[in-house]
């Protein structure tokens, strides 16, 4: 499978985004998926995950109840609707799927990457 995540833009504190991350491939309904985001000078982090069926999501505490993660298999695509955004907000946003069905928070579990889209809150 490969990704394609986009959406990224530059937003108002307060305002949101949806960032879309397609996936060629027919296999798409087989993997969990998640979302990850990088601010300058900072690691990687963990942002949400869903499971395969869509039945399983996980989200990291500084987005739980103002992000929401999708998908839609038959459109081989995950979603990340961030509403009430922040200026910490601010990062590189990027899609990741592993091989397995659960919506998995750690790093090393995701075997491909998307190639990242920008997220700038201004305050």
């Known amino acids: 499978v490969q990704l394609q995540a986009s959406g990224g833009g530059l937003v108002q504190a307060g305002g949101s985004l949806r960032l879309s991350c397609a996936a060629s491939?027919?296999?798409?309904?087989?993997?969990?998926m998640g979302w990850f985001r990088q601010a300058p000078g900072k690691e990687r982090e963990f942002v949400a995950a869903?499971?395969?069926?869509?039945?399983?999501?996980n989200y990291g505490d500084s987005v739980k109840g103002r992000f929401t993660i999708s998908r839609d298999n038959a459109k081989n695509t995950v979603y990340l609707q961030m509403n009430s955004l922040k200026p910490e907000d601010t990062a590189v946003y990027y899609c990741?799927?592993?091989?397995?069905?659960?919506?998995?928070?750690?790093?090393?579990?995701?075997?491909?990457w998307g190639q990242g889209t920008l997220v700038t809150v201004s305050s």
């Open positions: 990741a799927a592993a091989d397995g069905s659960g919506a998995y928070v750690y790093q090393r579990i995701y075997d491909v």
């Open positions: 491939g027919r296999t798409f309904s087989r993997y969990g």
């Open positions: 869903i499971s395969w069926s869509g039945g399983t999501t």
